[in-house]
């Protein structure tokens, strides 16, 4: 008598190929869903370094600065002081000859939708016996989607206190679409500075 062994019948082997199909793809959604958490995640954490780091040096560029503006037409008017605006500007340098080097910060409409509604950009402007040169410009933040500054002054004008209000969406817009269908939060940084008083 021969022992025949018995092999998977056809429905058996349906069931286990439906069974591993199913893994499969549970494995492979749960994989591909914390890769898109990892991303919205880092996206975030870089945007929040970079836009500590640049809060940061706009603080210390405001304090160390002088001649601040734009400023009221009437200190003394609550309705005109403190100034709202979507810029700031002020002198790093002035040698009294003439020689000066002006900065500016300001709030500018982005060209591509996909990257937010504005940047933040830096402008210096050296101006050399009393004639500007060409501005040098370059871009500090993307994805800005309010930037304010909020200017209060005292009799002179002279600045008393600088607010620095920046709300930025993180994200990757080298592959801005990979992540589209997670919400990344948006980051919002408030700082005051007083300049340093001039003797």
């Known amino acids: 008598m021969t022992n025949r062994t018995r092999g998977f019948s056809l429905i058996e082997m349906l069931i286990a190929l439906t069974i591993t199909a199913t893994l499969l793809t549970a494995t492979l959604t749960a994989l591909d869903t914390s890769f898109r958490a990892y991303k919205v995640t880092t996206e975030g954490a870089s945007t929040n370094v970079?836009?500590?780091?640049?809060?940061?040096?706009?603080?210390?560029?405001?304090?160390?600065?002088?001649?601040?503006?734009?400023?009221?037409?009437?200190?003394?008017?609550?309705?005109?002081?403190?100034?709202?605006?979507?810029?700031?500007?002020?002198?790093?340098?002035?040698?009294?000859?003439?020689?000066?080097?002006?900065?500016?910060?300001?709030?500018?409409?982005?060209?591509?939708?996909?990257?937010?509604?504005?940047?933040?950009?830096?402008?210096?402007?050296?101006?050399?016996?009393?004639?500007?040169?060409?501005?040098?410009?370059?871009?500090?933040?993307?994805?800005?989607?309010?930037?304010?500054?909020?200017?209060?002054?005292?009799?002179?004008?002279?600045l008393r206190r600088a607010t620095v209000d920046l709300t930025i969406k993180p994200n990757d817009y080298q592959d801005a679409r990979f992540s589209a269908d997670l919400e990344t939060p948006t980051i919002r940084l408030v700082s005051t500075v007083n300049p340093r008083k001039l003797d």
Do not use: C, H
Not at 70 to 99: C, H, R, W
Not at 130 to 154: C, K, M, N, Q, W
């Open 50 to 158: 970079v836009s500590r780091m640049m809060m940061s040096r706009i603080m210390t560029m405001i304090r160390t600065g002088e001649e601040f503006g734009p400023y009221p037409t009437d200190v003394l008017d609550s309705a005109q002081n403190p100034v709202t605006s979507t810029f700031i500007e002020f002198e790093t340098a002035n040698d009294g000859a003439g020689n000066r080097q002006v900065l500016r910060i300001e709030r500018r409409d982005q060209s591509d939708p996909q990257r937010g509604p504005y940047e933040l950009w830096y402008v210096q402007t050296d101006i050399v016996n009393d004639v500007p040169s060409e501005a040098i410009e370059r871009p500090l933040l993307t994805g800005v989607t309010e930037a304010t500054f909020t200017l209060e002054y005292d009799i002179g004008p002279r």
